[in-house]
């Protein structure tokens, strides 16, 4: 009942920039905490950044003061600015939120398909 799909990875030179979104649709009452996780092959999963409803912020340490994230309650969107791009930063990134649905007002986490992200001259 609830999708989240992201957009905006690609490939990108080092030292570039690319900007991800990710939109919920569905039978959403409210979003909680949004966020953006990456993995490459061979490793886990690992938290990139995540965000509250009002707008508070953390970050892994290894993108700390490269990428921003950021969102739009209006649009049910969070989006990650990523700045000064590594060949490290390769990998599939996927949005995370936690959401109540209608009508049972459920509640539980959900991950977007993901999008590749390949730096790399």
């Known amino acids: 009942q609830v999708q989240l799909v992201e957009s905006g990875g690609g490939l990108v030179q080092p030292g570039g920039s690319l900007r991800l979104s990710c939109v919920a649709s569905?039978?959403?009452?409210?979003?909680?905490?949004m966020g953006w996780y990456r993995q490459a092959p061979g490793k886990a999963r690992e938290l990139v950044a995540d965000?509250?409803?009002?707008?508070?912020?953390n970050y892994a340490d290894f993108v700390k003061g490269r990428f921003t994230i950021s969102r739009d309650n209006a649009k049910n969107t969070v989006y990650l600015q990523m700045n000064s791009l590594k060949p490290e930063d390769t990998a599939v990134y996927y949005c995370?939120?936690?959401?109540?649905?209608?009508?049972?007002?459920?509640?539980?986490?959900?991950w977007g398909r993901g999008t590749q992200v390949t730096v790399s001259s």
């Open positions: 965000i509250t409803p009002g707008g508070n912020t």
């Open positions: 995370n939120a936690g959401i109540h649905t209608v009508p049972l007002m459920t509640y539980a986490n959900y």
């Open positions: 569905g039978s959403i009452f409210r979003i909680n905490g």
